[in-house]
């Protein structure tokens, strides 16, 4: 399994994984991004891949902000290829790309997606910040920052 950047050709491979690794979450109908959303991702923003052969099992994709900081946008990993170190890998190298950068990241998270919340907190989103309504009424989100590395 490497850990390498998205190419243009994987762009498909990637969405229909995105349609599948949130089927456990809450809301998860809501949070797949559609084939166009990935065509342009791949091409424009930071997007890193867990591969073994043609095959993805996990992706992490960030993009700049008109916030002067980076957006997290999503990490997913497939079922069968969780639990062995492959979201740490994914969100580690965009945490490599923004110390390169010298850049803050942001991300949301569901409050009650507590796995994917300890990953980020031992990846350095420490700053918190609760959100209510975020969606719709009940449907809150957690606002996790991880600053700018001083150099
Ligand atoms: C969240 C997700 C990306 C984690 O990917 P993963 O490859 O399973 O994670 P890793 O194996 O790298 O584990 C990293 C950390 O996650 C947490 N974690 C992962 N699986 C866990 C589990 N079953 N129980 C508790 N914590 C767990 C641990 O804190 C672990 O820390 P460690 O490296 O110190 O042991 C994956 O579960 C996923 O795709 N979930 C569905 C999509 C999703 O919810 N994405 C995040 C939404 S914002």
Redesign the pocket.
């Known amino acids: 399994m490497v850990i390498t950047k998205a190419q243009i050709s994987d762009f498909l491979q990637i969405a229909e994984l995105d349609r599948i690794?949130?089927l456990?979450?809450d809301n998860s109908e809501f949070i797949p991004d559609g084939e166009h959303a990935w065509r342009l991702w791949v091409e424009h923003a930071l997007v890193v891949c867990a591969k073994e052969g043609q095959q993805i099992f996990?992706v992490a994709i960030a993009f700049p902000s008109i916030n002067n900081t980076y957006c997290l946008h999503?990490?997913?990993?497939a079922k069968q290829?969780?639990?062995?170190?492959?979201?740490?890998?994914?969100m580690s190298t965009l945490n490599h790309d923004f110390d390169q950068l010298s850049t803050s990241a942001f991300?949301?998270?569901?409050p009650n997606?507590?796995?994917?919340i300890?990953?980020y907190r031992?990846l350095g989103f420490t700053s918190e910040k609760y959100v209510e309504d975020y969606y719709r009424p009940q449907e809150h989100r957690i606002v996790l920052t991880r600053p700018a590395k001083r150099v």
């Open positions: 690794a949130w456990d979450n996990g999503k990490v997913f990993v290829a969780r639990g062995k170190g492959l979201g740490r890998k994914l991300l949301t998270v569901d997606n507590t796995n994917a300890a990953l031992k």
